[in-house]
């Protein structure tokens, strides 16, 4: 491989309907233009306008791809087959997106841009540590004229160890400079959350959404009951049993709708959870053209393993086997209502 694809670079893919920019500094998608109802295009995601500033800082991890454990693991602490692991603590009493320097914070390797009818990049990461190594590879291709897809794969060389990825992106459908997400619609394919407790670890319980402000099975304003959860949306929705609609093998996660420019995200995935997030630690960020964001600014849909999985029994297990494979795809369609 040429040195050249080692270097932090920005990537494009475009199909004619959706354009793409993703950089190899933590896999991150910075910029993602999709038409409207009228066919104008804006961009539907919120980030920096150069890859310098992603390696400067990006603590809202806008765009990236987090591991190699997403989400919170208490205290930064696990134990596997009799040894006991402490991880970096950045995140409260917790290690969160895989501590201080996660995939998010490193350069990945270009394997293969392919352009044609599916424009495609691939990404690959070795990572070390935490226990074993474990060769990790991100694939972004633009599936359909208005689809994206996202498949992660990794697989540990010599220990167990736990893996869940996740895509951080964060979504602003009326464009990224447009204001707070507070009119969007969203349905979540989730009849239930994992609550957490006043660090944000699961207790280990699973709660009916149903008659809480976490209700989101039909689809209702982000900006609703949003006052009623604290300072925001951050919990893991329980994908697991929800059998509902499907699409190349992947489950219905989520719908969003913004109503004013009628642009629509589905989200489709094969995880058991995904974490939604009303950016409310976001605090005037300074973004692309001139933006800046602010709380609720964004939302996330990061689908993934459960949080602290690795310590909770009744979770579905995170840890991964050498030479099995860890697979987890995202499928985001894009329309307009």
Not at 9 to 30: C, E, K, M
Not at 160 to 168: D, E, F, G, V
């Amino acid at each position: 491989m040429s040195d050249r694809l080692k270097e932090p670079r920005l990537f494009h893919l475009n199909n004619g309907t959706i354009r793409v920019s993703i950089t190899n500094y933590g896999a991150t998608i910075t910029s993602l233009f999709v038409p409207d109802k009228h066919g104008e295009l804006a961009d539907v995601v919120l980030g920096f306008d150069s890859v310098q500033t992603y390696m400067e800082g990006n603590p809202c991890y806008f765009g990236c791809i987090v591991g190699r454990v997403a989400n919170r693991i208490k205290e930064g602490k696990f134990s596997l087959n009799g040894a006991d692991y402490s991880l970096p603590i950045n995140n409260g009493p917790n290690s969160l997106h895989g501590g201080n320097k996660g995939f998010d914070k490193v350069v990945w390797d270009v394997v293969e841009q392919k352009d044609g009818e599916q424009p495609s990049i691939i990404f690959k990461y070795e990572s070390s540590g935490y226990p074993g190594d474990v060769t990790v590879t991100a694939t972004y291709t633009l599936a359909s004229t208005n689809t994206l897809r996202l498949d992660m794969e990794a697989v540990p060389k010599n220990k167990p160890t736990p893996i869940s990825l996740a895509q951080h992106t964060y979504w602003n459908l009326g464009g990224h400079k447009s204001g707070n997400i507070l009119d969007h619609l969203v349905q979540l394919s989730a009849s239930r959350i994992t609550p957490v407790d006043e660090n944000s670890i699961p207790t280990g319980e699973l709660l009916p959404v149903k008659g809480t402000p976490f209700d989101f099975t039909s689809e209702k304003k982000v900006g609703i009951s949003i006052g009623e959860v604290g300072i925001g949306y951050d919990h893991n929705y329980v994908l697991l049993e929800y059998s509902g609609q499907e699409k190349s093998g992947l489950n219905h996660a989520a719908k969003v709708k913004e109503p004013s420019s009628g642009r629509v995200l589905n989200l489709w995935t094969d995880a058991p959870g995904v974490q939604f997030y009303t950016a409310n630690y976001v605090n005037g960020v300074a973004g692309k053209e001139g933006a800046v964001y602010g709380k609720h600014s964004g939302l996330c849909l990061e689908t993934q393993g459960f949080p602290n999985a690795i310590n909770q029994p009744n979770f579905p297990s995170i840890v991964v086997q050498p030479g099995e494979k860890y697979k987890h795809s995202m499928l985001f369609e894009f329309s307009v209502e």
